[in-house]
């Protein structure tokens, strides 16, 4: 897999998130998921989808995990 695909998957969900809940920055959804921004940064760079922050942040707030974590593979 190319490094341009590796991203798309993070960057899909990235979006989703800021667009389910109403987010801007990056930042924010470091916050949300309370996660450090640095370790959020690095988990971008990895194409490292934080599911366990995601999953609970998500139960917290009543919301259907399967659109936010339906993830095209490439």
Do not use: H
Request: glycine residues 2%; positive net charge.
């Amino acid at each position: 897999r190319s490094r341009v695909e590796m991203i798309k998957k993070f960057d899909e969900f990235n979006s989703k998130f800021k667009f389910l809940f109403g987010l801007k920055k990056d930042r924010e959804v470091a916050e949300s998921l309370n996660i450090r921004k640095e370790t959020f940064i690095t988990r971008k760079r990895r194409d490292d989808i934080p599911y366990e922050q995601v999953i609970k942040y998500c139960e917290e707030k009543n919301v259907d995990l399967n659109w936010i974590l339906n993830i095209k593979e490439n």
